[in-house]
């Protein structure tokens, strides 16, 4: 069993206000932290991983196939891979949460080595 402490872990800058942090990784999924900022936007990306996530703070609104859908505090979420999605925090405070990829992903290229 491997234990990650969220104080562990290095953030790395994947948009301008989009802050990402890999949690724990496994041989079938893993869990990454995000931090998404006022006003910040992560523009439409697909990936073949399955992705659902957690937001447990602020308000982050998602655009996929022509529709937005609101997800705040409390609320969770799941993308299917390979669906083009983009989210946008709309609001004045810090979007925090968690995401869960299946299978895990590889290393982004945004994320230094």
């Not at 104080?7 to 724990?24: F, I, R, Y």
């Not at 998404?36 to 697909?46: F, L, R």
Request: charged residues 25%; negative net charge.
């Amino acid at each position: 069993m491997e234990r990650v402490s969220l104080s562990d872990c290095e953030p790395s800058e994947a948009a301008d206000g989009v802050h990402l942090a890999l949690l724990a990784g496994a041989d079938e999924m893993n869990i990454q932290h995000f931090e998404i900022e006022p006003g910040a936007v992560v523009d439409e990306h697909s990936h073949p991983h399955e992705q659902t996530g957690f937001i447990y703070e602020g308000e982050l609104v998602f655009r996929s196939d022509g529709e937005e859908v609101v997800c705040g505090s409390g609320d969770s979420y799941a993308i299917p891979g390979d669906q083009p999605h983009a989210a946008e925090n709309r609001g004045e405070e810090t979007v925090r949460g968690v995401d869960i990829f299946s299978p895990p992903r590889e290393q982004p290229s945004w994320q230094a080595e």
